[in-house]
């Protein structure tokens, strides 16, 4: 794992997750940045390396791979960085649940 080259703003966004092999989960996006993204996920994440699309509510997805995983937590690292802007009204619009809301209350 290398150290993350960014930092990443904390978040709420809920996400599907779809494994290569087609499996879907959900969570929820807890930090993000133009390079990669913290889920936690509402069941069990998926594994070190494993290749993955992240898609947001309301968008057709992220490739990505994860990095890291931590109990229900993991990393993951987009194959293509967010453009700026962009990146910047995804934070504006959903960061403002963010700090009023427990994880522990999401499942």
Sequence with gaps: MQPRQ????PILWR???RAENGLRSFGHMIDLSAGGC???AEDKPPRIKSRILVRPDGLDGFAAQVQWVR???FGAAFDRPIYGPVLDHFVRKH???APYVS???LG
Excluded: M, P, Y
């Excluded at 960014?6 to 703003?9: D, V």
């Design 95 to 97: 960061a403002a649940l």
């Design 103 to 105: 994880l522990g209350a």
């Design 38 to 40: 913290c889920i936690e």
């Design 71 to 73: 109990g229900r937590q």
């Design 15 to 17: 996400v599907q997750v």
């Design 6 to 9: 960014e930092t990443r703003s």
